[in-house]
Nanobody
Framework: VQLQASGGGLAQAGGSLRLSCAASQLHLDDYAIGWFRQAPGKEREGVSC????????YYADSVKGRFTISSDNAKNTVYLQMNSLKPEDTAVYYCAAGRYAAIADIVRKTPPSRVHYDYWGNGTLVTVSS
C-alpha cells in the first residue's frame, strides 16, 4: 500500500489550497482515509477523514466550514480542499489509511486516532502567511 500526498505550498491568509492523497494497492471503499497535520513542536492531530463506502465524514472543530474532504474512487484519490486558510493551519499534512477501527471513529464522529491508521503517506508542507 502506498499513499502519496501532494498539493501543499505557500498561501496567504484567506487563501485556498487543495491537497491530494493518491492511493495504490488499496480500494477506497475498504478503508478510511484521514488527513492529519503536525505543526512544529505540536502533536500530530486529525483534521478530517472520510469513509468512502458510506460517505461519512469527520472534521475537527478547528477546520469545520473551511475544509472539505472528498474522494474520487475512479482515481483512487482523496482530496482536502482548504479554504479561508489561517496562519495556524501551517503544518505538515499527512494522509493515512485505516480499516475497521478508523471507520468506526468516523461513524461515531469521534476524533480520529492515529493508532487506528495502518498506512501513512509522505507529508506535504502547508505554510500560510499572515
Amino acid at each position: 500500500v502506498q499513499l502519496q500526498a501532494s498539493g501543499g505550498g505557500l498561501a496567504q491568509a484567506g487563501g485556498s489550497l487543495r491537497l491530494s492523497c493518491a492511493a495504490s494497492q488499496l480500494h477506497l471503499d475498504d478503508y478510511a482515509i484521514g488527513w492529519f497535520r503536525q505543526a512544529p513542536g505540536k502533536e500530530r492531530e486529525g483534521v478530517s477523514c472520510i469513509d468512502s463506502s458510506s460517505g461519512s465524514k469527520y472534521y475537527a472543530d478547528s477546520v469545520k466550514g473551511r475544509f472539505t474532504i472528498s474522494s474520487d474512487n475512479a482515481k483512487n484519490t482523496v482530496y482536502l480542499q482548504m479554504n479561508s486558510l489561517k496562519p495556524e493551519d501551517t503544518a505538515v499534512y499527512y494522509c493515512a489509511a485505516g480499516r475497521y477501527a478508523a471507520i468506526a471513529d468516523i461513524v461515531r464522529k469521534t476524533p480520529p486516532s492515529r493508532v487506528h491508521y495502518d498506512y501513512w503517506g509522505n507529508g506535504t508542507l502547508v505554510t500560510v502567511s499572515s
